[in-house]
């Protein structure tokens, strides 16, 4: 089974005795782009993290190429609404950092230098790669975030409202961009939002997730049309996420 696949069965969650999420069952095929949308509460970032591998489920299995997700040695990748990026480090050696968690950039320095610097250069920063993230905009911060990301080379890149704090033109060449570069490595791409818009704009297909407790109401598969078809689909709900 390829490494970017995603099965559920019968997955839920709870926090002590409150049902978060029950019963989930779905694939998520290699290289396929997911977008996860719901009101609040209805567990849309725990799903996430339960994919992610930082929670187990309470029941029922998520797995990840065939693996337990809790279990995996080359975990998916997360990206948080903040970069999280560390302020005392330029931004190239920002998106080293998992390569020396990974003990790459021991093995050969001058190969993880080049290799960071082609990620930056991908996202359109070439000319900041020697920058303190202090003096780098919301916008460029989450472009280095999304390099470091990369730099692991994931199967799996997780979204959890990446784009929450940017404008909107910033947001919308950022996630051209994240849906580019998923698709030209063949990642598989799970977003979870509270916009239609980047929804539409990075999946090909939409899990809804009812609430109270959270479980999958409906399965969106979007066309050449994906924003108009999903506001469309969700028409009949007063908030989308």
């Known amino acids: 089974m390829s490494a970017g696949t995603i099965q559920a069965h019968l997955l839920s969650f709870h926090y002590g005795s409150t049902p978060i999420l029950t019963d989930l069952s779905f694939a998520i095929g290699a290289g396929e782009h997911v977008a996860i949308v719901g009101r609040s509460g209805a567990g849309k970032s725990t799903l996430l993290h339960l994919i992610a591998g930082l929670l187990g489920p309470s029941r029922g299995a998520v797995s990840i190429g065939g693996a337990p997700a809790a279990g995996q040695a080359t975990k998916p990748v997360l990206m948080f609404q903040r970069p999280a990026l560390l302020p005392w480090l330029t931004a190239r050696d920002n998106v080293l950092l998992p390569l020396h968690f990974s003990k790459a950039a021991r093995q050969d320095r001058t190969a993880a230098r080049a290799k960071a610097d082609g990620l930056i250069a991908q996202v359109g920063l070439a000319d900041r790669a020697d920058a303190l ?31 929450s704090a940017l404008d909107q033109e910033t947001r919308a060449a950022l996630r051209a961009d994240i849906r580019r570069l998923a698709t030209a490595r063949g990642m598989t791409l799970v977003t979870v939002t509270h916009d239609l818009s980047d929804a539409a704009a990075l999946a090909d297909r939409v899990l809804v997730l009812a609430s109270s407790p959270g479980r999958i109401e409906r399965d969106i598969a979007l066309g050449s049309n994906a924003e108009q078809e999903l506001r469309a689909q969700l028409s009949d709900r007063r908030e989308a996420a």
């Open 133 to 163: 993230p202090t003096r780098l905009s919301g916008g460029q911060q989450q472009r280095i975030a999304l390099a470091r990301a990369l730099a692991g080379d994931p199967a799996v890149l997780l979204l959890d409202e990446p784009f």
